[in-house]
């Protein structure tokens, strides 16, 4: 991924935020062990990753140094987006050596868990290579750290599902119960909202038909077999777009992919997330 085509990061309002949250949440009053070094002594300090990784989070990584020490040096070797291999220094800082000590945790729990976000994207990314897919997130994402997450997922190559429950309309099947029908909650939808993109979660090809005749911007096919798929596939036509949602994993996803559906929106991106080994070594000016 080059410097053009990498996403933009949410807006420095929102990555100031979600910093001051981790620093008042790591500091409290203050470091008691920074302490220990002399308050005006500045280190050096290279921050290694020891895994093969897609790197995203360096905004966020940045504000957590600058908040404690405006003047700190960061030197980023790898970008956001970019893969990078086992043993690779990837950044290094020059600064206040307290200031770094303290802001050394917060700064990697987002790095690593955005870039572990990034780098299982990638991968899924990867499994549909040759097919039309587009890997979509989902709601289900660490609570405060949802644009950041959905940042990562667009630096693994992803797309981005709606952001919350304001900016698209899913019906599910309590939505159809309490509507009374698809067709009933399609038309309230509508009338409600007109202008934002309305998806109807269906379980079976009966249910795909209503959806269809509805008239709705996109159907979701929920824990489809994979002959059941492909009959959507076919039946639908491309007459409206087809999310695949349930069952998938990396094992699973190319066979998905390959039934011809549009999407498929993938929990795992965002919820089973393993953290990246990152380690960020200081020595004393």
């Known amino acids: 991924m080059t410097a053009s085509t990498r996403p933009a990061a949410p807006d420095t309002a929102q990555i100031t935020s979600d910093v001051e949250h981790a620093l ?47 003047s700190v040096q960061i030197d980023w070797h790898v970008h956001d987006g970019q893969q990078t291999s086992p043993g690779t220094v990837i950044c290094r800082l020059s600064g206040n050596a307290r200031a770094l000590v303290s802001a050394e945790r917060s700064a990697l729990n987002f790095l690593q868990l955005l870039s572990g976000t990034a780098t299982v994207t990638a991968e899924y990314v990867t499994a549909v290579t040759g097919t039309a897919v587009r890997i979509l997130d989902t709601r289900k994402t660490v609570p405060g750290l949802r644009l950041a997450q959905k940042y990562a997922v667009r630096c693994g ?89 349930g069952n998938v994993d990396l094992h699973t996803i190319g066979e998905f992919a390959r039934t011809g559906v549009d999407f498929i929106s993938v929990g795992a991106l965002t919820k089973h997330v393993r953290a990246i080994d990152l380690s960020l070594r200081l020595q004393l000016a």
């Open 157 to 245: 190559g992803g797309h981005n599902h709606r952001i919350g429950l304001y900016d698209a309309i899913l019906v599910k099947e309590n939505h159809i119960i309490a509507a009374g029908s698809i067709a009933a909650a399609v038309q309230a939808a509508r009338q409600l909202h007109p202008d934002l993109l309305l998806e109807v979660e269906v379980e079976n090809l009966d249910e795909l038909t209503q959806a269809i005749d509805a008239g709705v911007d996109r159907i979701m096919l929920d824990n489809f077999s994979l002959p059941q798929m492909t009959a959507a596939v076919q039946y639908t036509a491309g007459r409206v777009p087809l999310e695949v949602s």
């Open 24 to 70: 008042t949440e790591d500091l409290g009053q203050g470091d008691a062990t920074a302490e220990l070094l002399p308050a005006n002594a500045d280190a050096h300090a290279e921050l290694t990753c020891r895994d093969a990784a897609v790197i995203a989070g360096t905004a966020w990584f940045d504000g957590c140094f600058r908040r404690l020490d405006p």
